[in-house]
C-alpha cells in the first residue's frame, strides 16, 4: 500500500519500469494507485496518459496529459504527447489550439513541424472517411501503429488495443491475424482468433495454410494437417502448403507421408531449397533409404543449390597472418531456448575470454527470448540477420571480413545453407547442429570427435573434411535437475525402459525391436516422454499394438516443462535408444540423471550419437552391434537390477568427470583447430581431415 512520498517515487519507478518492458496491465495498475493517493502527481499522469495512448485509447489519456502539462508546463514532452493525443482521438481544432499556446510557450522544432503535418494528414483522411458511405475496417494510421507496436515487441499494447476495435469491426481480417501472431510469438492460444480469421476468407488457400500453421504453433498437429490438405484442396500447386503437411506428418512420425509431401512440393517448386533440407531432415530419420542413399540425395543438393555460385565465389583477399585475431562467425536460427545451446554455450563461454578470437554472432531467428540475452552479451558483435536474404546476408559477412565462418544448423529448421553455399568466408565449417554432411563443397570441414567418425571410416559420407575433438561438444546439464533417485524397478516390481526423443525418431524398424524387447520381457513397460498432442500419435500407439505390445504396457507422456521432462527420469529404469537417428541431448539428460541409454552402433553419423556419449562414459555394456544383440542385452539388464542399481548411482559422477563435461578442453581444441585450418589456408593448402590432438602448430 503506498503510503508517502517516498513510497509514490518507489511504485513510479517500478511502473515505468514495467511500462517499458511491456507490461502495461500491471503498469497501469500500479499508476493508478499512485493517482488514487496523489491525483496531480504529473510523472504518473503523464506516464499513464503515454500507456494509453500507446494502446490506442487516445480519449482514455487526455485527461492524464491535460493534468500532466498543468502540473509541469515547463515539459516538453507533456506538450507533444498532449498534441498527439487529441490528433489521434480526433480532436483536431483542439490539438491546433494546444499547438499555439505551445509556440507561445517557446515549443519548436522538428517533433513541432512534425505534429502539424499529422495534423493536415488526419484531418484530410478523415474528410475523405466522412465521404464513404460504409467503413469495416478502422484508419490506416491505426493499421500502421498495430504493426508498428508488433514489430517493436509491445505485444500487450497490441493486444488491448485490438480488443475495443475488433468489436467494432468483427470483419476485420488483417485485425484478427495481427492479433493471432500477436498471441502466437507470446506462446498463447491463438486457435479462436486464427479461427475467426479463417471465417472471413473461407476460400483462400493461403488462409487456411495460415490457420494449419496457427495449430501446429499450437502443437494440434492432425488438425494442422486437415488445415494444410483444405488448402492443398483449393489450390493443388500450393508448394508451401505440401512443405508444411510434411512437416506436421513428419512430427506426428509418418515419416513415408512426409517424404512424399516434400517430393511433391519440390515437383511443384524445384527451388524450393528449405524444403529440400526439410526432405533431408526427415529421410536422416528414416528407415526407408540406405546410407548410400541418404549421403547421394544430401550431395544432390549440394549440386543443385551450389552450382549457381560457384563460378561467382569470391577471391578472398585476407592477410595471410597465420597469428592475427581471427574473426569467427557463428549462424544460426537457435541463438534461442533450444537443445543446441545445451552444448554451445559451454565453449563460448570461454571462447568469448580469448583476446586472439572475435566473434561475430549472425542470429537467423526471429525468436529472441533470456536465452538469446544471455549469448548475446558473450559475442563481440551480435547481428541479427532472419530478415536478410541469403544473398544479403552473405554480403553482410564478406563486409565483416569472417575469416571462419561455422554453421550450427546443418539441414535443420532456418538454416541459411544457401548463404555458405555462396562461400562468402575463405574458411567454412559445419557443427553440432545437424548429424551428416550439408553436402556443400563450399563448406570445408566438419568437426566431431573419434568416436562419431573414426579416423578414416566415414569420410566418404562427407563432402567437408573430417576434424576430430576430444569430444564433439560438452554438454552443461541443466540446473533443474533434480537428484538421482534409486532404480525404480526395485519399488516397481518390473522394469521401466524409456525413450524422450522425439516422436519422428520412433520409426516402424524401432517401434519392431523394442516390442521384441518388451515381449521378452511380459511384465516390461515403455515410458515414451515426449509425444505431441493427443490424437497425434495414433499411429505409434497402433504400430506397438501390431507387435502385441497393449496400450497398457505403454507409459505416456506429452511434452512438458524441463522440470517435468527431468523428474520423469525417475520413473525409468534404462532408456532405449532410436535408429537410424539417435537421440543426443536426450541421452545427456538421461546420463545425467543416472539412467543409460542401451543403443545400436550405427553406420552413420547419425545413427552414432547415443552410442558416442555412451563411449565417452566408459558404458561399453550399453553399446551393441546387431539388433540380436540389443535385445539380449535388455533382458540381461533385467535380470541384473543389482548391477544397473550401481551403474545409476555412479553415472553422474563419470558424467562429471568425463570429456563431456571440459568446456575449457573443448574451446581449446576448437581454437587450435581453426588456428590449424586457417595456417593452411595462409598456405594456400587444401583442406583435409585432421584430428586437434596431433596437430603440430
Known amino acids: 500500500m503506498i503510503q508517502n512520498n517516498q513510497n509514490i517515487a518507489h511504485t513510479l519507478e517500478c511502473a515505468v519500469s514495467l511500462y517499458q518492458s511491456g507490461d502495461l496491465l500491471t503498469a497501469e495498475n500500479k499508476l493508478r494507485a499512485i493517482l488514487a493517493i496523489d491525483a496531480q502527481q504529473p510523472q504518473a ?52 489550439l494546444v499547438l499555439s499556446y505551445g509556440r507561445d510557450a517557446g515549443l519548436s522544432g522538428e517533433p513541432v513541424e512534425q505534429l502539424e503535418q499529422l495534423l493536415v494528414r488526419r484531418q484530410s483522411e478523415q474528410a475523405m472517411l466522412n465521404a464513404a458511405e460504409s467503413v469495416s475496417v478502422p484508419e490506416a ?46 506462446k498463447k492460444d491463438a486457435r479462436l482468433v486464427a479461427n475467426q480469421a479463417l471465417a472471413l476468407n473461407l476460400n483462400d488457400a493461403k488462409e487456411h495454410c495460415y490457420y494449419g500453421l496457427v495449430l501446429k504453433g499450437q502443437g494440434d498437429l492432425a488438425n494442422a494437417a486437415d488445415a494444410f490438405r483444405s488448402a492443398i484442396k483449393l489450390q493443388p500447386d500450393y508448394a508451401a502448403a505440401y512443405n508444411n503437411l510434411g512437416i506436421v506428418s513428419k512430427d506426428m512420425g509418418d515419416i513415408v507421408s512426409a517424404v512424399g509431401y516434400y517430393r511433391k512440393a519440390l515437383e511443384i517448386n524445384p527451388g524450393y531449397a528449405s524444403c529440400y533440407s526439410n526432405l533431408l531432415f526427415c529421410l536422416s530419420h528414416a528407415d526407408v533409404v540406405s546410407t548410400a542413399d541418404l549421403i547421394a540425395e544430401h550431395r544432390r543438393f549440394g549440386m543443385q543449390y551450389e552450382a549457381v555460385y ?46 586472439d578470437v572475435s566473434l561475430y554472432a549472425y542470429s537467423a531467428s526471429a525468436i529472441e527470448d533470456n536465452v538469446t ?66 553436402g556443400l563443397s563450399a563448406i570445408d570441414y566438419y568437426l566431431a570427435d573419434a568416436h562419431l567418425l ?54 516402424p524398424s524401432v517401434i519392431s ?61 534404462i532408456c532405449l535408444d532410436t535408429f537410424p537417428s539417435n537421440g543426443v541431448t536426450t541421452t545427456c539428460h538421461a546420463a545425467w540423471m543416472g539412467v543409460p541409454t542401451l543403443c545400436v552402433e550405427g553406420k552413420s553419423l547419425m545413427s552414432r550419437g547415443a552410442m558416442a556419449i555412451m563411449l565417452h562414459l566408459d558404458l561399453t555394456d550399453f553399446v551393441v552391434k546387431s539388433h540380436e544383440d540389443f535385445v539380449n542385452q535388455g533382458l540381461y539388464w533385467s535380470q541384473h537390477l543389482q548391477y544397473l542399481s550401481q551403474v545409476r548411482a555412479q553415472l553422474r559422477k563419470q558424467f562429471s568427470t568425463s570429456a563431456l563435461n571440459q568446456p575449457k578442453l573443448i574451446s581449446d581444441h576448437l581454437v587450435l583447430a581453426f588456428r590449424h585450418m586457417w595456417m593452411r589456408w595462409c598456405k594456400k593448402q587444401s583442406a583435409i581431415s585432421f584430428a586437434t590432438a596431433v596437430v603440430d602448430m
Open 45 to 96: 499522469n503523464y506516464y499513464l496518459g503515454s500507456l494509453l495512448l500507446e494502446s490506442l485509447r487516445a480519449l482514455d489519456s487526455l485527461p492524464y496529459f491535460n493534468i500532466a502539462l498543468e502540473s509541469d508546463p515547463q515539459q516538453a514532452e507533456y506538450w507533444l504527447s498532449y498534441i498527439n493525443a487529441l490528433i489521434d482521438a480526433a480532436y483536431y481544432e483542439d490539438a491546433k
Open 141 to 186: 494510421y491505426i493499421q500502421e501503429k498495430l504493426i508498428q507496436l508488433f514489430l517493436n515487441k509491445r505485444y500487450q499494447a497490441v493486444e488491448i488495443a485490438l480488443q475495443p476495435l475488433l468489436e467494432r469491426y468483427p470483419n476485420w481480417l488483417d485485425g484478427w491475424k495481427i492479433l493471432s501472431d500477436t498471441l502466437l510469438v507470446q
Open 310 to 355: 560457384q563460378s561467382a565465389w569470391p577471391k578472398h583477399t585476407h592477410k595471410s597472418n597465420t597469428t592475427k585475431c581471427l574473426n569467427v562467425g557463428f549462424v544460426s536460427a537457435d541463438f534461442r531456448e533450444h537443445s543446441l545451446v545445451n552444448f554451445f554455450e559451454p565453449v563460448l563461454e570461454h571462447l568469448s575470454s580469448l583476446t
Open 373 to 438: 540475452q544471455r549469448l548475446k552479451s558473450k559475442f563481440k558483435h551480435w547481428l541479427k540477420v532472419d530478415e536478410l536474404t541469403d544473398v544479403a546476408l552473405a554480403q553482410r559477412v564478406k563486409e565483416d571480413k569472417i575469416d571462419i565462418l561455422v554453421d550450427l544448423d546443418g539441414h535443420t529448421a532456418g538454416n541459411r545453407l544457401i548463404s555458405f553455399a555462396m562461400k562468402p568466408a575463405p574458411i567454412q565449417v559445419s557443427w553440432l547442429g545437424y548429424l551428416a554432411t550439408t
Open 454 to 507: 573414426p579416423p578414416n571410416q566415414f569420410d566418404e559420407q562427407f563432402t567437408e573434411k573430417i576434424v576430430q575433438l576430444p569430444a564433439n561438444a560438452p554438454f552443461i546439464p541443466s540446473e533443474l535437475s533434480p537428484e538421482v533417485n534409486g532404480l525404480p524397478a526395485f519399488n516397481n516390481g518390473f522394469i521401466t525402459f524409456g525413450c524422450f526423443n522425439r516422436v519422428e525418431k520412433i520409426t
Open 513 to 573: 525391436l523394442w516390442s521384441k524387447l518388451l515381449n521378452e520381457i511380459p511384465n516390461s513397460k515403455l515410458l515414451l516422454g515426449s509425444m505431441p498432442q493427443d490424437g497425434s500419435y495414433d499411429a505409434i500407439i497402433k504400430a506397438f499394438a501390431y507387435h502385441a505390445i497393449s496400450v497398457d504396457r505403454l507409459i505416456i507422456h506429452h511434452r512438458n516443462t524441463m522440470a517435468d521432462y527431468l523428474k520423469l527420469h525417475h520413473q525409468v529404469d
